[in-house]
């Protein structure tokens, strides 16, 4: 028989119970203070204050300010719904444009809901801007549960990222080192002895919102896992490529929603002044399972992982009170197959195979991904190109996509309007990638990360064990330092037709370590050679996977201001390199080389990252092609 679901206060607490979970919420504030599950009285961290253990918080500023930080809280608690299947509470905070001062120009409602049966609980909120407020940016906004310090050691991201973590302690000065990037951590004198000479960084959890969906931890004593689930990232800013934080030593397990990490202040949320606009982050799920046996403690991932396709099948859910939150047959669906034509790469038009297309008000091509305001519906499509979107809210969107294989972004023309209940067949649908004339010769593959270049193996000083023999090797720490290591004294060359890519096309273009430690700019040539030269443009296509602080100059064989064929300055805040990343902001440039610059037989690309003194300053390549100038 079903425990009956129970909804009780005491003081300033408020408790929610159905026999399996009790969450006990500080009102009307809203902070979790407590969940009891599987034995044990408190997941959460007896240690941190009540205001510090289930929390949302913001990092917002003024237009031209600095940046704030601050916890959500509500000023008024009241019980939206209440019946013997689930119960569901606010925690709401009313902001008044006519109030003096300087406050968050936000009304937020913090929600959280309980279901009979259901081992575990959901969290949302709905953020909404009043008319008549002033100007804002937002740059952050999450959800942050710190569990107990004593208990949680184990953690989980996906099947190859799980590992015993350090403890909060290891980060403290008698424990651990700070490196350059002020998040990584060398450990000195862990709790853990196992653990002695690792690198702990929280970026090395980062996760695509395509890649992630279920995140937590194992305690040990009793065996309870604690998992993180998005149900859907429809919510999420910077579509599917965003990558976002998950867990990291505290033992904290995150629920991000909007952020700038790997992407910079492009794709802060700006809002000016009498804006109105209105979003609903969630719900996520929070999901709890425990097994007696400390030997079964594995097959708990195992089961977070089941779950969480369940509840990407049960998306958009039946039973959230909130009007704001649309359900199934208020949503609507698009279908449509993608093709692609690239008439030197087939006569014919090629199925876009296993490319990405999604719904984004964003109105240009490429701009979803510093899109925040709105909400992204994202696909994958099958081996003929075809896809569907489901369970769109309704509105008016672009239709974006991007083929692995080809470059640039695909932009439908036509605003397409989504209705309550409407299926959208939009047939057959042809992106044209950006090309003038046949390849003349091409470095890497175009899929927006640097996966098919040269990753080092890490400095054994800075090695985390977990990332030894994995795929994603370069989560390591300090791997920009591995460029000098390996060309102390010159620059990389890279001669088409004879060097491979896999081994000879460091993955970051970076400065180099001199003498006394000084961080000088590099040159990487590339050597082609032409059998005769066809009077024209050749074209460059230069496909960024990051940039940061980069001063990138290209030349084409002399160095002076009459082969400068491209320049740039500062450019990109992704942080990508020092935040143990593949991708930022993807950037796609075309650039134009007259043929008066090339000569027959051997020629140079010269690649110059100009700014120097900067350690994780620089570029991160997808894919480069030369085009030889078009045929009538």
């Known amino acids: 028989m079903a425990k009956i679901l129970s909804l009780s206060s005491q003081g300033s607490y408020v408790m929610l119970d159905n026999g399996l979970v009790k969450l006990t919420i500080l009102r009307p504030q809203g902070f979790l203070t407590g969940i009891k599950y599987g034995g044990m009285d408190n997941l959460l961290d007896l240690k941190s204050s009540e205001t510090n253990r289930g929390y949302w918080d913001i990092n917002w500023s003024l237009p031209g300010g600095q940046d704030r930080y601050q916890l959500i809280k509500g000023d008024d608690y009241s019980v939206v719904h209440s019946s013997n299947e689930s119960i569901e509470v606010s925690f709401r905070s009313t902001y008044d444009p006519s109030t003096s001062g300087i406050r968050l120009p936000l009304s937020i409602d913090l929600r959280y809901i309980l279901r009979a049966g259901v081992s575990g609980f959901y969290c949302y909120a709905i953020y909404e801007l009043p008319p008549g407020c002033r100007a804002f940016d937002v740059a952050q906004t999450r959800m942050v549960f710190k569990l107990r310090q004593e208990r949680f050691h184990y953690m989980a991201i996906s099947d190859e990222k799980q590992r015993v973590m350090p403890m909060p302690e290891d980060l403290l000065q008698n424990r651990g080192k700070k490196l350059i990037v002020p998040e990584s951590v060398l450990l000195v004198n862990p709790i853990n002895p196992h653990l002695k000479g690792e690198v702990d960084d929280k970026y090395q959890y980062s996760m695509d919102n395509k890649d992630g969906g279920v995140h937590g931890w194992i305690s040990s004593k009793p065996v309870v ?29 995150l629920a991000m929603f909007h952020g700038t990490h790997y992407i910079g202040e492009d794709i802060m949320a700006h809002f000016k002044d009498g804006e109105t606009w209105r979003k609903v982050f969630g719900p996520f799920f929070v999901y709890l399972n425990s097994t007696p046996n400390i030997s079964n403690a594995h097959n708990l991932w195992l089961d977070a992982k089941k779950q969480r396709l369940l509840e990407e099948a049960a998306w958009p859910y039946d039973f959230v009170s909130s009007p704001y939150y649309f359900t199934a047959k208020e949503r609507g669906s698009v279908s449509g197959r993608l093709l692609v034509q690239d008439r030197f790469v087939s006569s014919s038009l090629v199925p876009a195979k296993y490319g990405y297309v999604g719904l984004s008000v964003a109105t240009t091509e490429g701009s979803w991904q510093t899109e ?24 008016a969107y672009g239709l974006h996509g991007w083929v692995p294989g080809f470059i640039g972004d695909y932009l439908d023309n036509a605003r397409i309007t989504v209705s309550s209940g409407s299926q959208k067949q939009l047939g057959n649908l042809t992106y044209v990638p950006i090309r003038d004339g046949p390849t003349v010769w091409e470095i890497g593959f175009p899929d927006r990360t640097t996966i098919g270049f040269y990753v080092p193996d890490v400095n054994p000083m800075y090695a985390n064990k977990l990332f030894l023999n994995s795929p994603e090797k370069f989560r390591q720490y300090g791997l920009w330092d591995r460029y000098t ?5 010159s620059d990389q060359v890279f ?66 201001v009459k082969h400068l064929v491209f320049q740039v300055q500062n450019l990109g805040m992704d942080n990508t390199v020092c935040r143990h990343g593949i991708h930022g902001l993807y950037r796609l440039y075309s650039i134009d080389i007259s043929s008066s610059l090339l000569v027959k037989g051997d020629n140079s690309l010269f690649l110059t990252q100009a700014r120097g003194g900067d350690a994780i300053c620089g570029v991160l390549y997808d894919y480069l092609r030369l085009e030889a100038p078009a045929s009538s």
Not at 226 to 240: A, D, K, L, M, T
Not at 375 to 391: A, C, E, R
Not at 485 to 489: A, F, G, S, T, V
Not at 519 to 548: C, H
């Open 225 to 253: 896992g604690f998992w993180v689930i998005f149900p859907s990232h429809e919510f999420r800013n910077g579509g599917p490529t965003k990558q976002n934080l998950t867990v990291h030593t505290g033992p904290a397990c």
């Open 372 to 395: 925040s305001k709105g909400y992204q519906f994202w696909v994958q499509t099958d081996l003929n190109g075809n896809f569907t979107i489901k369970n769109v809210i309704p509105g």
């Open 485 to 489: 290591d390996l060309n102390p004294k």
């Open 495 to 560: 001669t088409i037709g004879v060097s491979d890519p896999k081994k000879d096309w460091f993955f970051a273009h970076v400065d180099r370590r001199g003498e006394a430690n000084k961080y000088l700019p590099t040159q990487w040539e590339i050597k082609f050679n032409l059998d005769s030269v066809t009077s024209g443009i050749y074209k460059l296509r230069l496909a960024m996977a990051s940039a940061t602080r980069a001063d990138l100059k290209v030349h084409i064989n002399d160095m002076d």
